[in-house]
């Protein structure tokens, strides 16, 4: 009796770990290299108020930027490249009339879009 009860125990703790195993979000493969720019600071052919940012990182994130295309007419025409861009990997933002700041180091835009909406 003893002796069942033992592997029932040892059953359901096996049993418990393999749901676990199953339930516990898997690590995502590494992050492909999105061809780099020789020009960072890259102007597309006619002149905007919208600049693309493109990153090699899922999120946004100003340490990781790969790239930096202005002139976009239109916040629309903007994403639609950033999503053609980062569609293997990577992440983009459209930001609207930016302006390096040197006080903070970086660029301020008035409005900045990405794949998850837009904030001012």
Not at 63 to 85: L, N, P, V
Not at 90 to 96: A, Q, T
């Amino acid at each position: 009796m003893k002796n069942s009860l033992s592997w029932i125990v040892s059953i359901i703790f096996v049993i418990a770990l393999a749901v676990i195993y199953l339930l516990v979000p898997k690590e995502q493969p590494p992050i492909q290299q999105l061809p780099v720019n020789t020009n960072i600071f890259e102007s597309n052919s006619s002149s905007g108020p919208w600049n693309l940012f493109i990153y090699k990182s899922l999120n946004p994130d100003i340490d990781y930027r790969t790239a930096r295309i202005e002139g976009y007419q239109s916040q629309t025409d903007c994403i639609e490249k950033g999503i053609s861009m980062t569609k293997k990997s990577g992440s983009f933002e459209c930001g609207y009339k930016c302006e390096y700041q040197v006080k903070y180091q970086e660029e301020i835009c008035k409005k900045v879009c990405g794949i998850r909406g837009c904030r001012d």
